[in-house]
């Protein structure tokens, strides 16, 4: 991996108020690279994937996306540099199909362009799940009547049509049974694949292990441990994250 | 992994057999309990009031009911849009009001009916987009915005004429609106009718019916997808504003005169058929025929209790309690939908 970095955030600092959640972060990224991205609650993961899907802006630091300088001052001008984000519970809209729900903010349209081309529409939800693998009873049916595993694949699936680069994903498999789990960790190997950089902040360190190429552990805005994934067993990782031993940088 | 896949198709199957693959018809059964439930009801009604009373199912009493329930029609199309939005507009009464007495004073001062007309449309969209910027761009919650609007052009609807009733001496295509039959069909009811239409294509065609029922549904994962939330809002309540003050003309052009009272109520009366009809007010589930379905229900009650010579007050209590008794019903016997997601 001695290629430009996807991503690369240097000394990024960030404050809110007299609280400084993030103290000086490096963090690089790969091209079909999955990072995982650990540290107990207060540890600044969250915050510091808002400076990079947009949300927040950094006190200080830099950014660089292959290799270019950038600034990104809302989740748009994110989303232009094919940075996507999936987060927990504000994905979908449950009254909404599965395919409306996919396309949402670029449905095809017919009819100089007034009515939504629904067939269209419907064959693409359905080949895009195909090919990622994700397995709904119809993509007419709606997102409330489906279960956890299959709503987050969905919002996956949603992520990954716009072509993304980046995929930041908050804790995809929090609130879902085993089976539905595997079905979700399953769909990122699938994300890996295709050449897609993701960052997995996840408080389930099993499915780290199932899926990641690497790990950075965060510890009070900083990043105190940066391995590859062989480097670790349950145990030092746990370590790590609780800051038992002061790791090697 | 391969192992892995195995169980992945085994877990998804599961929910296949509850929902069926693309069959259109028993989905849209599925989706669309309540809408048959207020069908069977209308139908149940119709047929009690044929039998009850000699003058209901006549041709001419239904022509009669449509034209009269024409302003109704027209703006339930907008409030359902609204609605679904998670959204109110209290204001469309008054609108409605400012608009029938407006048309009436413009005419009486001495513009022609096409200026008037339009004076009128603009009016009408003007307090709707107040409403709209005040509810999306500054962030008030559309109760309280549309009821002080409600008071406030209650008010300008007073003050323009004085509390009087003041005739319409406007052209004939004016008066046709509201008076005008076209093969014994009445105007107002064939410009409801296509209204109607039009309206559920946008709601279940567009990009625009797809946010309405986003938003109400999660505003923050529409707003995520780059879609101008704010603008789609504030146009619900403007084209609301629109229709309302439409529906005024319709109305004042049936009746030859404006009156600054004529809405009183009307608000209700609309909200009551959306709601009925099994649009949710807690946004996210709308539907235009439901809310078709809503007019005419309360429509025919009162119809068909006058023709039998019911007390109109009677007739008030038993519209109320059709209402409560229906939102009971949509809510904990046609679908847990609303209970689960608040």
Not at chain 1, 4 to 30: A, C, D, H, W
Not at chain 1, 159 to 170: F, R, T
Not at chain 2, 158 to 176: E, K, Q, R
């Amino acid at each position: 991996m001695a290629a430009t970095p996807r991503i690369e955030m240097k000394e990024i600092t960030k404050s809110f108020g007299r609280i400084q959640s993030l103290r000086g972060v490096n963090l690089e990224l790969y091209s079909g690279e999955v990072l995982g991205l650990v540290g107990d609650n207060g540890a600044g993961k969250s915050t510091l994937m808002k400076v990079l899907s947009g949300v927040h802006l950094p006190d200080g630091g830099s950014m660089k996306f292959e290799g270019q300088p950038i600034r990104l001052h809302s989740p748009k001008e994110a989303k232009n540099y094919q940075i996507e984000t999936i987060f927990q519970d504000l994905a979908l809209c449950d009254t909404l199909d599965v395919a409306s729900n996919l396309f949402l903010g670029r449905e095809p349209l017919r009819l100089f362009n007034r009515l939504i081309d629904k067939k269209k529409m419907h064959l693409s939800a359905q080949q895009e799940l195909d090919r990622l693998g994700v397995t709904i009873p119809s993509t007419y049916a709606t997102v409330e009547n489906l279960s956890g595993g299959q709503r987050q694949s969905v919002a996956i699936a949603r992520a990954v049509i716009n072509n993304p680069k980046v995929l930041i994903m908050d804790e995809p498999t929090a609130a879902l049974g085993v089976k539905e789990v595997r079905m979700v960790l399953e769909l990122i190997k699938k994300v890996k694949q295709s050449g897609v950089s993701v960052i997995l902040i996840t408080h389930r360190l099993r499915d780290l292990f199932e899926v990641c190429d690497r790990i950075t552990v965060l510890y009070e805005g900083r990043i105190i441990d940066n391995r590859p994934i062989t480097d670790f067993t349950m145990e030092t990782l746990v370590e790590s994250i609780t800051a038992e031993k002061e790791a090697v940088h | 992994m391969i192992e892995a896949k195995g169980k992945m198709t085994s877990v998804s199957k599961k929910p296949a057999t509850t929902i069926k693959q693309n069959k259109a018809v028993p989905q849209w059964i599925a989706n669309n309990k309540q809408i048959i439930g207020i069908f069977a009801v209308l139908v149940i009604l119709s047929l009690f009031f044929s039998v009850f009373s000699n003058s209901f199912a006549t041709t001419g009493n239904m022509l009669n009911m449509l034209q009269q329930l024409a302003a109704n029609l027209i703006v339930c199309v907008f409030m359902t849009l609204v609605i679904t939005t998670s959204g109110i507009d209290l204001s469309v009464g008054s609108i409605l009001s400012l608009a029938s007495a407006l048309i009436a004073v413009l005419i009486k001062a001495g513009l022609g009916s096409f200026e008037a007309f339009l004076i009128v449309l603009i009016v009408g969209a003007i307090v709707g987009l107040i409403n709209g910027v005040v509810i999306s761009y500054l962030s008030i919650p559309p109760f309280i915005v549309t009821l002080a609007s409600m008071i406030y052009i209650q008010g300008l609807a007073l003050l323009i004429t004085g509390g009087y009733s003041i005739g319409i001496d406007g052209s004939a295509w004016l008066n046709a609106i509201g008076q005008g039959r076209v093969l014994n069909i009445p105007v107002s009811a064939i410009i409801a009718i296509v209204v109607v239409v039009v309206g559920w294509g946008v709601l279940t065609q567009t990009r625009f019916g797809t946010y309405v029922i986003g938003i109400g549904s999660n505003e923050e994962s529409v707003r995520r997808s780059g879609v101008n939330i704010k603008k789609i809002k504030m146009l619900t309540y403007m084209f609301s504003g629109m229709a309302a003050s439409f529906a005024g003309i319709v109305l004042a052009t049936r009746l030859g005169s404006g009156s600054s009272n004529v809405g009183t109520g009307f608000e209700m009366a609309v909200i009551a058929a959306v709601v009925l009809g099994g649009t949710s007010l807690f946004g996210g589930i709308g539907t235009m025929l439901g809310s078709v379905f809503g007019v005419f229900l309360i429509g025919v009650i009162d119809n068909g209790l006058t023709l039998m010579n019911v007390s109109p007050y009677i007739i008030q209590i038993i519209q109320g309690s059709v209402l409560l008794l229906a939102v009971i019903v949509n809510t904990h016997v046609f679908s847990g939908k609303s209970l689960k997601r608040r």
